[in-house]
């Protein structure tokens, strides 16, 4: 393991070395000047360093890995808090462009393409800090719908990789991955994606495998609603911070085939076409929960996904952040949604949420959560400092 001033003194070395790569490699091009020049999504970088943490308030990107570990036993206050200089360092240099001191393939880390990073410590690593342990963090209430599998649930640390490019993705992981190596055991992880960049109109909300438009009802990154919904902002070491929750829900796509188009909306409460509440004609129409049709029925069935999703308490609200996946398991293919949430409180903000869906949410007809895990999610940091510094505070 380097030492932070040997770290410092090879990267200097290392990004000599990337320079040169790089005008090797484009010393043998025919392209013309100005195509040389120009510019490409995989050169977008999001700032690592601020407040808050990347990857929460940022777009939505194509690709997402969230890497889960847990602590070997030996791994104390001391040498947490090296793994975290560690791969605050790296994950930094990353979403740069830039190789890591120790990159063995350089190369692929030259087209950051909206990476970002982002950290979250299980109940385990706060407590071994010796810092306070929120009340929220730990497992979930126990949910009917669920069917949680042990292999994806809970851990120690969880590694948020977000990007545009597959490639610069997949070397990032493997280097953080790497720097945790000697204080921790991978545990499990999740890959999921969106619609590739550019693909759709800027603000277009993504769909899932159901076919339908998934994460209307957000909080606007950037305004003052989000900030109440997301941001920590009591005196403890998560001031800045927020809290995370990570579900693996499969879908069951060969049943919904089955369904007709007005059974699948009214499961959902939305017209598949436009995703606008029925009875509504947009997307961000308000949703009218008394409107009743010709028959006397609710035009929003008391079933209807986003009926069970909207509290009437307005504190009881959560920033999603999805994402679909396919998996292969046993031979099969199993597809599903990668959910995610931040909130300030979990307990005060998803649970009721999860408790709603978990009475009459006919989705779950066609839904199994199987994984699930909280996290704390530290606040940013500046350059020279690391992330989750406060722990040691």
Known sequence: MYSLSRRGLL??????????????????????????????????????????????????????????????????????????????DDAARLSRGMAPVADSEPELAVAPARLTVTFGFGRELVARTGASVPQWLGPLPSFS????????????????????????????????????????????????????????????????????????????????????????????????GSSFVLRRIDMDLDKWD??????????????????????????????????????????????????RARMADRSQRIARRGHSFVDTIDGATVSGLLFGSFQRDVTAQFVPIQRSLDQVDLLNTWTTPVGSAVFAIAPGCSEGGFIGETLFD
């Not at 040169?20 to 977008?44: E, K």
Request: aromatic share 8%; with cysteine; net charge negative.
């Open 258 to 307: 089955t369904l007709d188009r007005p059974d699948r909306e009214r499961s959902v409460g939305r017209t598949l076409a436009t995703g606008a509440p029925l009875g509504g004609r947009a997307e961000y129409d308000e949703p009218d929960f008394e409107a009743r049709n010709t028959l006397g029925m609710r035009v929003i069935p008391d079933f209807a996904h986003m009926r």
């Open 11 to 88: 990267g200097v070395g290392a990004g000599i070395a990337a320079a040169s790569a790089v005008a090797v490699s484009t010393s043998h091009t025919t392209t013309t000047p100005a195509a040389a020049l120009r510019r490409t999504h995989g050169d977008d970088t999001i700032p690592f360093h601020g407040a808050h943490q990347a990857g929460i308030e940022t777009p939505l990107t194509q690709r997402v890995a969230h890497l889960v570990f847990a602590l070997k036993p030996d791994s104390d206050y001391v040498r947490i808090a090296n793994m975290l200089r560690l791969l605050t």
């Open 145 to 240: 719908v669920d069917r949680l599998r042990t292999e994806w649930t809970g851990g120690d640390l969880l590694i948020t990789l977000q990007c545009d490019d597959a490639l610069t993705l997949e070397h990032a992981a493997r280097v953080l991955t790497r720097d945790t190596r000697f204080f921790c055991e991978p545990a499990y992880a999740y890959r999921g994606f969106l619609p590739a960049h550019d693909s759709h109109a800027e603000g277009t909300t993504p769909r899932n495998l159901f076919g339908q438009v998934d994460g209307t009802v957000n909080p606007v990154p950037g305004s003052d609603d989000f900030a109440g919904v997301v941001w920590i902002d009591d005196d403890s070491w998560l001031r800045g």
